[in-house]
């Protein structure tokens, strides 16, 4: 049982390139989200999705974007990347009303 | 204000010191998280609760509702459990507002 699977697990990009994070389940948990972590602070929700075909903005949702075809997958995808989105950011899983599984994260430098 | 707030932000004891981590919560929850997130990076959910009191092993989790706090022990402590511990208030969504995390530091 893989639990949550992210890759890659560190990336370097140039300003404007884009990229997509990639983000699989084997748990058949419905719910997924995407979060980011900057020095110093928490945790901040992108997006989240309650089941396939169903997405939703979080917190900071601005200069990403998301999709959700199968219960598996959830890829998280920068377009026209820029420094302030260099971050390291974690997927997560869960069963509604139940506690969270993390991916081990992506370490990502906008340079 | 932040939506989570927890005291400590860092704390250092000598191996064999019981610990305590506060969280205060000024939203509305569903659940009250506990997640432990190792010096390596990963990020590992402890507890989940909504009332009362959880145990596992040497670590205890308890609620108050009314006051919208919840606090997070160690007994014991060992140089193991040297990491970060986050505080997360979750929606009804499952979607959670992170506390910034208390660092603890265990001393052999």
């Known amino acids: 049982n893989a639990g949550v699977t992210q890759t890659p697990k560190f990336r370097i990009l140039k300003i404007g390139q884009s990229m997509t994070l990639q983000c699989t389940q084997d748990m058949n948990h419905n719910y997924m989200y995407w979060y980011r972590q900057d020095p110093g602070m928490g945790l901040k929700l992108i997006y989240y999705?309650?089941?396939?075909?169903?997405?939703d903005k979080g917190e900071v949702p601005n200069g990403y974007n998301v999709s959700r075809s199968t219960t598996e997958d959830f890829p998280l995808r920068l377009e026209l990347a820029a420094p302030s989105q260099t971050s390291v950011y974690f997927c997560a899983s869960s069963l509604q009303g139940a506690r969270a599984f993390f991916g081990q994260g992506t370490r990502l430098t906008v340079v | 204000k932040n939506e989570v707030e927890q005291s400590p932000q860092n704390l250092t004891a000598q191996e064999g010191e019981f610990i305590t981590i506060n969280c205060s919560y000024s939203v509305g929850i569903s659940a009250l998280h506990w997640l432990q997130q190792h010096p390596g990076g990963g990020i590992v959910s402890l507890f989940m609760?909504?009332?009362g009191k959880k145990k596992h092993g040497r670590l205890i989790a308890t609620i108050n509702i009314q006051e919208k706090h919840s606090s997070l022990h160690i007994t014991a402590s060992h140089p193991r459990d040297s990491a970060v511990y986050i505080c997360?208030?979750?929606?009804?969504?499952?979607?959670?507002?992170f506390g910034k995390g208390t660092k603890l530091s265990v001393k052999p």
């Open positions: 997360a208030a979750g929606g009804s969504q499952g979607n959670l507002i």
């Open positions: 609760l909504s009332s």
């Open positions: 999705s309650v089941g396939a075909g169903i997405t």
